[in-house]
């Protein structure tokens, strides 16, 4: 029998899918020592990807071809992100590790505005625009659609991302006598947005739950290959 | 320093935000400029939690805590991988590693999510059998039922309900949610550019 690259990882998958499900029957070492190989190989591999993805071509390559020297914008475009690339390695040491405060500030004050561009164009304006869209009935009415129907459907939608929201509003006013109450008409929204929940978390886990199964199905499917393999 | 870095987080992330908002030439080119820099920055960052993971590991060994022989293992693949990685991403090596390991460990996790999914579903109606976690469940075995392809066929009218349960309810609650996430990314947003949050160090 000839080893051949594909059937070393094919070896090698194998054993470390039966070593993973052998956590059907309990946490157990055989388990964890598979675990633990795992996280080293993905953050091995992300540092990995990391270094020759971004940070060679972007910092050590321009240095040592010496085009980050050719000119003022050239060595600023260089210069800056290597300056805090140094500033950041102080992060591994917690002696040092304020110094690194800066360029983690830079890196906390781009990703929330990034965040903010992104809740704001990516979500809330698509998000809102698509609720109400549904009650654009003079386009339905040109399209063909049954507009009646669509309004019932765009009520009942909004309905519900009206009851979501008002289920994650825990706003809550104190009366005379020191009791908390929230006002009765975001309980009632409240109660119907927690209906609306249940069944789209309902939805959601059946989609992962059929992802998961899939997932197995080719773990199996898989095994019974690295058989057929080994005995042709 | 602690104003410093306040102070380069909030002008860095109003010229990134403006450049979002308002985009003309001289101030997009600069957005996309500190955007570039955050991308090399997050890349070190990468290397300097990787760092730390071994260090925290190194320590366990050195120390002798219970356990390490599991560190050592990390340790040994964490280095093997990195070297092997130096070679470059598309190296045979490399893709052994993926193939054998990354890939089907990930593949397998998933795939006991199957089994623990099952488990955790019991346990919901065994502790907490009331009306929501029974609907719940109900729509899920409901859309799993009407999606799987049964020994009978697909039941009548599968595809109505399906539709039905989609179109009207998840969408409806998926919109609220991912409305309330986007609100409350834009409020935590707002506090650290107001300076009101600093989680980069500065109390």
Do not use: C
Not at chain 1, 53 to 81: D, K, M, N, R, T
Not at chain 2, 64 to 79: C, D, F, G, H, P
Not at chain 2, 167 to 189: D, M, P, Q, S, Y
Request: glycine share 10%; aromatic share 10%.
């Amino acid at each position: 029998m000839q080893l051949s690259p594909g059937l070393i990882s094919a070896a090698v998958s194998f054993i470390f899918t039966i070593l993973i499900l052998s956590y059907l029957i309990g946490d157990n070492p055989l388990f964890r020592a598979a675990i633990y190989v795992f996280v080293g190989a993905a953050a091995g591999y992300v540092a990995a990807v990391a270094w020759n993805e971004v940070i060679y071509p972007a910092l050590v390559g321009p240095i040592l071809s010496g085009s980050a020297f050719e000119g003022p914008v050239q060595g600023i475009a260089v210069g800056v992100p290597l300056l805090g690339s140094l500033l950041l390695l102080f992060k591994v040491s917690p002696r040092l590790s304020s110094i690194g405060q800066l360029p983690m500030a830079y890196l906390v004050g781009v990703g929330a505005a990034v965040a903010i561009g992104g809740a704001v164009l990516g979500t809330l304006l698509p998000q809102i625009s698509a609720t109400f869209n549904s009650f654009d009935l003079v386009s339905a009415g040109v399209s063909g659609a049954d507009t009646a129907f669509m309004f019932f459907n765009g009520v009942v939608v909004l309905l519900g991302v009206i009851g979501t929201l008002a289920y994650f509003h825990f706003g809550a006013t104190q009366s005379d006598d020191g009791s908390v109450h929230r006002n009765p008409i975001v309980n009632i929204l409240a109660w119907i947005g927690r209906v609306y929940i249940a069944i789209t978390f309902g939805v959601l886990f059946a989609g992962v739950y059929m992802a998961a199964l899939t997932a197995l199905i080719e773990r199996m499917d898989s095994i019974r290959n690295f058989f057929i393999q080994l005995i042709s | 320093m602690r104003i410093v870095a306040a102070f380069v987080a909030i002008v860095t992330g109003l010229i990134v935000l403006l450049g979002y908002f308002v985009p003309a030439g001289s101030l997009l080119e600069l957005r996309l400029q500190l955007v570039q820099w955050a991308a090399i920055l997050a890349a070190t960052a990468v290397l300097v939690g990787v760092v730390s993971l071994l260090g925290v590991h190194w320590q366990k060994i050195s120390t002798r805590q219970k356990n390490s022989a599991y560190s050592i293992l990390l340790i040994i693949s964490l280095v093997t991988t990195f070297l092997l990685g130096l070679l470059g991403t598309n190296n045979p090596l490399i893709s052994l590693v993926l193939d054998g390991i990354i890939v089907p460990a990930e593949a397998t996790l998933m795939a006991l999510l199957a089994v623990t999914l099952i488990y955790a579903s019991v346990r919901l109606l065994r502790r907490r059998a009331d009306s929501m976690s029974i609907l719940f469940l109900g729509i899920a075995v409901v859309i799993l039922l009407m999606s799987a392809p049964l020994p009978i066929g697909m039941f009548p009218g599968a595809d109505v309900v399906k539709w039905f349960i989609n179109e009207f309810f998840a969408v409806a609650g998926a919109r609220g949610i991912l409305i309330g996430v986007a609100l409350g990314a834009l409020t935590t947003g707002l506090r650290v550019l107001f300076g009101v949050d600093r989680p980069y160090g500065g109390k």
